[in-house]
């Protein structure tokens, strides 16, 4: 819409004209990301928008590769006063079956196959000039497919964990940061109060010393904050990033299908990408620095460091249950350093990542497109 202020010499006052400019109704997006590890992916968005009393926005996307599916169905209405309301429809798969990668160190693998299928509603309002709240409300079927231990041969049975259920969240959130990945300026809060009640339904497999099935109802409540800040100063731009995460999330069945559950720190670019043990509990604190170094107007140098410090450790008791371990003692670190050029087609990438863990410490990635996966509906 082109407003333009006009002269009306008979009546010797001015008018206000609006001129409105048809806008294409329909949008495709193409993207993906190719990496030196098997988590590369191809990406097509559809989009189809229509502003009559209010404006309706329907969009399908996409996504598909060796470690991750997905396809995300929404359609938002934005009403004239201030609200939007946005149902959906989604399904989400990762594959965690990890060979060696070119350029990453993984002592052992892991076996971890994960279906999220989703559907629900969103309700958005502003509150004020930079926040927005969100209500939501979900309902998900979930499937765990993993292997108790370290070692897996091809004639094993993967342990069957799924869940059904319900998830309720009330989310307080502002976001000016200036890009999706790697930023270098800006601020982003969330602040999410969570719910969830839901059935656990396990099937052993032969890896696991329980031989019978078992159901069980689960409910819990979780707070969950993370801050994340830059501060310009020329071609040095400091930041931080902070989380924490309170819950009274109970035990699963076994282990593995509680911590796969559990909240999850993941501070660095390919974090999603990895089950990374010491880095989940129900409660925690972590935070860290980022250093951004402009070395040219697309290229940045990134020196990061983090801090996890659980609560409540997660370990595996003896017969394969999930047991806490408070103790103070127990903090793991991870950092990063690497080039990042800001290209027209998404960021390119090269990093030296290091982990505080036992199967994934050290490695080399090398990516071009950005890293951005669906959030899991326990997340």
């Known amino acids: 819409v082109y407003p333009n202020i006009l002269f009306d010499s008979a009546l010797s006052t001015y008018q206000l004209r609006i001129t409105r400019r048809p806008q294409k109704n329909f949008q495709v997006d193409f993207g993906g990301v190719i990496a030196t590890r098997n988590i590369s992916n191809i990406y097509l968005g559809l989009n189809f928008f229509n502003f009559n009393s209010q404006l309706l926005h329907i969009y399908t996307g996409f996504q598909t590769g060796n470690f991750y599916k997905s396809a995300d169905i929404r359609t938002r209405l934005d009403f004239p006063f201030q609200f939007y309301i946005e149902p959906f429809v989604a399904f989400n798969g990762w594959d965690f079956l990890q060979s060696d990668d070119l350029l990453y160190e993984v002592s052992t693998p892991t076996v971890l196959r994960r279906i999220n299928r989703k559907f629900g509603v969103n309700i958005g309002w502003p509150l004020g000039h930079q926040f927005k709240g969100i209500l939501k409300a979900e309902g998900f079927n979930n499937a765990d497919r993993y292997v108790n231990g370290e070692v897996f041969v091809s004639s094993d049975t993967l342990d069957d964990l799924g869940t059904t259920g319900i998830k309720g969240?009330?989310?307080?959130?502002?976001?000016?940061?200036n890009r999706k990945q790697y930023a270098n300026a800006g601020r982003s809060f969330n602040f999410a109060?969570?719910?969830?009640?839901?059935?656990?339904?396990?099937?052993?497999?032969?890896t696991s010393v329980e031989t019978a099935a078992v159901k069980d109802k689960h409910q819990w409540f979780r707070f969950k904050a993370t801050a994340e800040q830059y501060f310009k100063a020329g071609w040095y731009r400091p930041g931080y990033y902070a989380q924490a995460v309170f819950s009274n999330q109970p035990f699963f069945q076994n282990y593995y299908g509680t911590l796969i559950n559990a909240p999850a720190f993941n501070p660095i670019?390919?974090?999603?990408?990895?089950?990374?043990?010491?880095?989940?509990?129900?409660?925690?604190?972590?935070?860290?620095?980022?250093?951004?170094?402009?070395?040219?107007?697309?290229?940045d140098l990134r020196l990061e460091g983090d801090v996890f410090k659980p609560v409540e450790y997660l370990k595996q008791g003896l017969n394969q249950e999930a047991v806490v371990q408070e103790d103070l003692r127990n903090v793991y670190f991870a950092s990063t350093a690497g080039l990042v050029m800001h290209s027209p087609m998404g960021p390119i990438s090269l990093s030296v990542n290091y982990y505080d863990d036992k199967q994934n410490q050290l490695g080399v990635l090398l990516h071009v497109g950005f890293l951005l996966y669906n959030p899991h509906s326990l997340d």
């Open 269 to 299: 670019q390919d974090s999603r990408t990895l089950l990374l043990e010491n880095f989940r509990s129900f409660n925690y604190v972590a935070g860290g620095f980022r250093n951004v170094f402009r070395l040219r107007n697309r290229l």
């Open 169 to 177: 969240e009330l989310l307080f959130s502002t976001n000016t940061l």
């Open 193 to 206: 109060l969570q719910y969830f009640n839901l059935t656990e339904d396990f099937q052993p497999g032969n």
